[in-house]
């Protein structure tokens, strides 16, 4: 292991004074994940939901004697609360959040929760606007590889909190969405990844672009001089606010245009690592993940494992033989020559437009879904020259053929993933690719973009 991690001494930050009451708002696996820790340490909890409650998590709570309400908030409960664990699906502007501020109770996220009960683990954060899953799927495959005791959690799918009460590790590998850095006070990654900025989710963040960068930004803010920032130095956004939003942190890069002296950077066709007296080289052509992006990807997820250990060899054998996310770039088949890609978990435009730039073959695109706001211009030139045909799958299409008129020949619109599968195939012919990478989200016809693409994946199937 790299000396400046060898000896860190883990911070144990005492948790919450007295183990009192804590609320937490919202049953998903974040909240259920952080009742179960809760739970298990002596907290006194009581988990509110305005909504139902899931039948799977209902019988956890049961099961290990949780309180829980749902289908509203009663308010003396709550505001009774020591602290109140926020889900990250939940917005400030909920009226039952104001009051718990109004009241001057603390709110932390399910991180903050966890960070102070992980004792000497240590977490190797990730996150960004695009390739957040990729690359922590990608960087706990190479620690597991590498015989690293690690776990994989947060934003990709399991609570971190749920792992430290059932199984807990020497490393959480963790993907972390801004809304999970939102409500943090003292968490502290011991690896951080910042992979990329652009404008998203601005709703929640009162419509100002500088208040989302901030948020991303929240990774480094309790980092020391003991952590690692590693950070995409081709980003404009991100290399703008580096200087104004890091302090004593470890600063590695990341970069495609130019050779750095520490960090990584590709020239030619080889990807150069160097950190302190660690060297890594390999050639690009051997990276399972294609494409630009996760070229950035594999550099990022490449440099942390090397800061925590894993040995050059087992980095190499870990790349290469990666096999990828489902409903990320997923191969599903190839039928009469034509191959179907499911990107399900591209709802916004800059995947698709990642998915599009990684594309060698003619593509039949489906795009479309619950818009959140797509400037489409932004992949105009890209469907001018990659994509023979847009099919569309979504109830209100009317934007996507707008935005598209003129650029490609043939639009088709259709409202259930079997038929939009019979008419991709009907417009593709052999040598080409069917990609699904909506730039939507999948709420308008499906309960999610994993039911989107398993939807997908079973009609390419029947076909």
């Known amino acids: 292991m790299i000396e400046s991690l060898k000896n860190i001494e883990a911070i144990k930050t005492p948790p919450f004074e007295g183990k009192g009451r804590l609320c937490i708002l919202g049953s998903g696996e974040s909240g259920v994940g952080t009742a179960l820790l809760a739970k298990q340490l002596g907290y006194q909890v009581l988990v509110s939901d305005g909504a139902a409650i899931k039948p799977t ?18 308010e003396e409960k709550i505001l009774s609360a020591n602290e109140v664990m926020k889900s990250p699906g939940i917005s400030d502007k909920n009226e039952m959040l104001q009051k718990i501020r109004a009241n001057h109770i603390p709110i932390i996220s399910e991180f903050e929760f966890a960070y102070r009960h992980k004792g000497s683990s240590k977490i190797i954060g990730i996150t960004g606007t695009n390739g957040k899953s990729t690359t922590t799927s990608l960087c ?3 620690c597991k590889h590498g015989g690293l005791d690690c776990a994989l959690v947060g934003n990709i799918g399991y609570s971190i909190a749920r792992q430290m009460a059932e199984d807990p590790k020497e490393w959480y590998v963790a993907e972390i969405s801004s809304f999970q850095l939102d409500d943090i006070q003292t968490f502290r990654p011991d690896v951080a990844i910042l992979l990329n900025i652009t404008e998203d989710h601005l709703d ?25 920032f590693i950070y995409c130095a081709d980003d404009e956004v991100i290399t703008k606010y580096f200087p104004l939003l890091t302090t004593n942190t470890n600063p590695l890069p990341f970069s495609m ?13 080889q990807m150069m690592i160097r ?47 990666y096999s990828g996310l489902e409903h990320r770039m997923e191969s599903v088949a190839s039928v009469r020559g034509v191959e179907f890609i499911n990107d399900s978990k591209a709802t916004n435009i800059n995947s698709t437009w990642y998915a599009l730039e990684s594309m060698t073959k003619p593509v039949v695109l489906i795009l479309g879904g619950t818009d959140k706001g797509n400037d489409y211009s932004l992949i105009a030139d890209l469907v001018k020259d990659k994509v023979k045909a847009i099919v569309c799958l979504g109830i209100d299409n009317k934007k996507i053929k707008e935005a598209f008129k003129g650029v490609v020949n043939k639009i088709v619109e259709t409202q259930d993933a079997k038929k939009c599968v019979e008419a991709c195939f009907a417009l593709a012919t052999k040598g080409d690719a069917v990609l699904l990478s909506p730039a939507c989200a999948s709420f308008d016809l499906f309960k999610n973009y994993e039911d989107r693409g398993r939807q997908f994946k079973e009609a390419v199937m029947q076909l």
């Open 57 to 74: 998590y209902k019988a956890e709570l049961e099961q290990h004697g949780i309180d829980f309400e749902e289908g509203g908030h009663t």
């Open 204 to 228: 929640r963040y009162d419509y100002k672009f500088e208040n989302y960068i901030k948020s991303k930004f929240n990774i480094t803010k309790y980092q020391t001089d003991k952590d690692f």
């Open 275 to 321: 950190i302190q007296e660690e060297r890594v080289a390999m050639s690009i052509y051997d990276f399972a993940l294609k494409g630009k992006h996760n070229q950035y990807n594999t550099m990022a997820a490449c440099i942390a494992a090397t800061t925590v250990g894993i040995r050059k060899e087992k980095i190499r054998e870990a790349v290469i033989d």
């Open 140 to 142: 706990y495959h190479i």
């Open 257 to 269: 245009k130019h050779e750095l002296k520490k960090g990584a950077h590709i020239k030619g066709d």
